[in-house]
Each structure stands twice: as structure tokens, then as C-alpha cells.
């Protein structure tokens, strides 16, 4: 007798744009971004930054190109309300788990 499967309609395709609420800002993430040089050498750059430690400067395009449109709404919900600042550990946190969100290989599907 064979096993029953669980249905997995659920699953947003891991091949086509996902959207993602992280840290209250939601946003849709084509998972084709990392399909282009430019985005990996910025994700590379920014891993070694302490080899070049102007690399911290690629988050801002970094973010610009994950987050397409998005970005601005982006801005405002990482935004602390009492110093209208964005910090930049928040955006480092906030990087990471949009990154996991939308590996393909990541548990968080």
C-alpha cells in the first residue's frame, strides 16, 4: 500500500517570484535576481567585506535591485520610529532573512 503525500499547493514555486513579509515589510522577490553577475559580486563583495571594507557600501544597490519597487516600503518598516534612522544591524538582519526566505534550499519555505 502506498504512502499518502501531503499536498504541497501550499508552497509558493521556488522558481517563480515569491512574496515575503520579513520584519513587516513585504515584498515580492523574483528568485531569478541572483541569475545576474552583478547581484552575486554584490552578495560576494559584502561577504568579504573585512578584505575591502568599501564592500559595506554594496548593500545599498544590493537592496535596491532585491527589493525592485519594494524598496522604499522596505525603508519605512525597518525605520525606527523614535529616531527615523535605519540601522545598519536591522538591515543586516533583515538581509539575512530575506536571503533564507527565498533559498531555495532553505526549511523557512
Partial sequence: MAATKTPRDHKQPKDKPRTITVMGATLTID???FDDLD??????DMQHSDENPDASFDIVPFL???CG????????????PDTGRIGFDKVGEFTTQVIEAINPNSSRS
Avoid: G
Fill in 31 to 33: 528568485p531569478a535576481v
Fill in 39 to 44: 547581484m552575486v559580486e554584490l552578495l560576494y
Fill in 64 to 66: 535596491r535591485k532585491l
Fill in 69 to 80: 519597487d519594494d524598496y522604499p516600503a522596505v525603508k519605512q518598516a525597518l525605520r525606527d
